[in-house]
């Protein structure tokens, strides 16, 4: 459980923040964000490579790796403001799918009961098993609820002979009890799949997904606020899973499941500060990134901001909490004067 560091590529923290390590507790305490990363890709049903994501997400951006990222938006510095570490990756070798899963979800459990957040960079979505388990674990039972957001329902049952893989995550999930079927919320699902079965079953759970139909009548805005208030009833905090596949191949290529028609890159940024910065969120995920079928590393400087804007939520949240002028998404970032 000792820090591994990145398993493909350089030993690089998330735009240079100080590191830690998950078997030292001390390395992390006071900590207010712990970057794990889970470079699994073994439970892919099509395209492999997402587990070259935690180093993508780490790494892309065009400015200094100071540890600093100043927000024009939310008038914060997120990688100043909070405590954010990064703990490296868990190792994880692919032909160990139990292993590797139980391996995660120990990392992820020793951060979240430190009373840090665990920001988890995949690794394909099923990582999100030992994520918001880990997670969950370090609260009362039955208190987490999921924001998920995805092309795909990932709630398969058993694929290619197996009861673990990226499509069938959530259905373990809600099985084991970590997350209530009727506190788990999907946006952005689109396609053809899954069958009728699984709907069937989805729905005696009282799952609610919004596929992008309905999105794009009612608004995404609109679904969000519904989304919100289901998931905070009865539940103390939330863990946020992003596949980076919830968007269009147009604006996330580098993914190993493509669906058109999904969210644009502007949405998603918009959704997760909006959730970040209005809801309790314990535990957090972005999925799917996979760098060999990206153009111009377009899905991993997505990734990476998704992470940024979660992360910047998150220190508004926190300064708003603490008085003072609260922030206004209309108030102009120069008054011209």
Known sequence: MSRYGPMYGPDITFLGVDRCDVNDPASYEGADVVIVGAPFDGGTSN???ARFGPMALRQACYLPHDGSRPSLALRVDALRDLRVLDAGDVECYSGDVEGSLAAIEEAVHRVAASGA???VLGGDHTV???????????????RTSMIHFDAHADTGNIAFGHLYGHGQPMRRLIESGAIRG???LQIGLRGYWPE????????????RSYEMTEIVARG????????????LDECDQIFLSVDIDVCDPGHAPGTGTPEPGGLTARQLLDAVRRICYELPVAGMEVVEVAPPYDHADITAYLGNRVILEALSAMARRRKDAQGGPRWDPRQPLLDGR
Request: hydrophobic share 45%; proline share 10%.
């Open 117 to 119: 957040i665990p920001l």
């Open 182 to 184: 009727d506190r788990f």
């Open 196 to 207: 009728p079965e699984t709907l069937s079953w989805m729905a005696a759970q009282n799952m």
């Open 220 to 231: 995404l805005e609109e679904c969000l606020t519904e989304s919100f208030a289901i998931a």
């Open 47 to 49: 395209r492999p490579g």
């Open 128 to 142: 999100a098993l030992p994520d918001a388990r880990g997670t969950a674990r370090a609260y009362a039972p039955g």
